[in-house]
């Protein structure tokens, strides 16, 4: 289990936590959201023996049946290296085959195993629950709406 940080009881000026500033910027709000998601995400995870990156890439590769190494990486935006290591992991424990592509013999296809499927479709039954419960309070229109802010921030800043 992650430890969850403990929130800091000072009161700063006018009996204000020291943080108030902070939550009127965007980016500040997003991060501390995004802190606790992921807590309560590594949590679910963690019986399944996945990180989030791990829990990306395996969705990547599950929905796609068969790409090549580059397009994950472009895809997740993650970096070739930190990407050979997931797959090698997963090449051992069976969730995944590699297959060189007839198209282009210096590269390969990555394909998810029926061990890799049925890992996915658990994890992702466990990950949906996660998500269910931290957006408990909001109504579908709600959650809609938070998804569509989050795109057009995205799509404003993506370069």
Not at 72 to 78: D, M, N, R
Not at 95 to 109: C, E, Q, T, W
């Given at each position: 289990m992650s430890a969850k940080p403990k929130p800091i009881e000072t009161a700063g000026e006018?009996?204000?936590?020291?943080?108030?500033?902070?939550?009127?910027?965007?980016?500040y709000r997003m991060k501390r959201c995004f802190n606790a998601l992921r807590s309560d995400l590594l949590d679910t995870l963690e019986p399944f023996g996945l990180k989030m990156i791990s829990f990306s890439v395996l969705n990547v590769i599950c929905d796609s049946r068969a790409l090549r190494q580059a397009d994950?990486?472009?895809?997740?935006?993650?970096e070739r290296p930190n990407l050979v290591a997931v797959l090698d992991e997963f090449e051992r424990l069976e969730?995944?085959?590699?297959?060189?592509?007839?198209?282009?013999?210096?590269?390969?296809?990555?394909?998810?195993?029926l061990k890799g499927l049925a890992l996915r479709k658990a994890a992702l039954?466990?990950?949906?629950?996660?998500?269910?419960?931290?957006?408990?309070?909001?109504?579908?229109?709600?959650?809609?709406?938070?998804?569509?802010?989050?795109?057009?921030?995205?799509?404003?800043?993506?370069?």
């Open positions: 006018e009996g204000q936590k020291p943080d108030t500033g902070l939550r009127d910027l965007l980016g994950i990486s472009t895809i997740l935006s993650i969730l995944i085959s590699r297959k060189v592509d007839p198209g282009d013999k210096r590269a390969f296809l990555i394909s998810p195993t039954i466990a990950v949906k629950v996660h998500e269910q419960r931290a957006m408990a309070d909001l109504d579908e229109t709600q959650i809609g709406d938070l998804m569509n802010f989050l795109d057009l921030v995205e799509n404003r800043l993506a370069k």
